[in-house]
């Protein structure tokens, strides 16, 4: 299979020119166009660009604004969503690729995640996404998948490979409802791409997520961790707002059936807002600082137990969940996120 010109990979930055450097020297070495999208005040030097990487500098954008932009960029039949500091395998996109060209059924794939964070060139890893390995969103009906995937939630789409068409809508869709809540976009992105289809998840390595860097500090109301989704929503002063979140937001999907889907929206928020580790997850949310300290705390009191080799570790955690790998592809992993 030809896979030249067949995906691109959109990825935003801030203020890291260093996790930006490493992300290049990477993604320079596969066939798959990448255009990173930079909203820093000072625009990144960079020499000899490789042929396959397209770098816009952006300054007076903010994330959803650049988001926007980089649609018209897009002429690739696939496209997926990186960050400046984290790593899909070439095995894991190929893989997607294949799955996606010979099953028209699914509109998005994506496999498994390890997280990471590195101290002193030592990497200490974690299975991520675990719910992953196991919840499947894949039901004919999108009412069905809709609430299927917010019950037990955990990011697909967003961090999927995706056809193009429904990946435009759906960032199309995000960058309309611009509410000030934390990680909005998120759900909005994630409940469109399941009413547009179903997605395919497979159990092989397919992304490195990075823990060690704390989030840049955006200006956006929508990228500050203090406002949470879980007090906007069940806050009774917001129940204009919220009202107008779900009219705008169903309309979008489909103006005809947009009293259904308003409803189906918000039964399944009202859940995800409700389910226990929402609550955990969003308790630490209010200091990033606190939360990436836990973080690490927790994969170096692992290390130290196991006290095995970095990529060991790794390894015997993608045995031990019966997840598909590379050995090359892992070694060529290891020397960008030391």
Known sequence: MNINN???????????PVSLKKSIDYYKQFPFLVKYFDGSNKKKKIINLPKNIEYFHLPNLGFNERLDLSLRHIKTPYVILGCDDEFYTYEGLISCLKKLESNKVYISCIGQCIKFFSVNKKVFTSLGYEENL????????????????????APKYIYSLSRSFFWKKSIKNLVSLNFPVFAIGEIV?????????????????????????IPSNCPEEYLKPENRLKDW???SLQRYEINL???????????KNSKLLKKIIQQSINNYCNQKKVTKKMHFEKNNFIQRIINKINFFSYY???????????????????????????????KFIK
């Open 233 to 235: 929503w069940n806050n």
């Open 304 to 334: 130290l137990y196991f006290l095995k080799d970095d990529k060991e570790d790794i390894k015997k955690i993608l045995y031990k969940n019966k997840i598909n790998f590379s050995s090359k592809g892992l070694n060529l992993m290891f």
């Open 189 to 213: 992105f994630e409940i469109s791409m399941a009413f547009y289809g179903k997605i395919f998840i497979e159990k092989k390595l397919f992304w490195f997520r990075n823990y060690n860097n």
């Open 6 to 16: 067949k995906i691109t990979i959109i990825i935003p930055t801030l203020n890291r």
């Open 134 to 153: 196991k919840n499947t969103i894949d039901k004919s009906d999108y009412e069905t998948r809709i609430k299927k995937h917010l019950q037990n939630y």
């Open 245 to 255: 979140f779900l009219e705008k937001f169903s309309k979008l999907l489909d103006l």
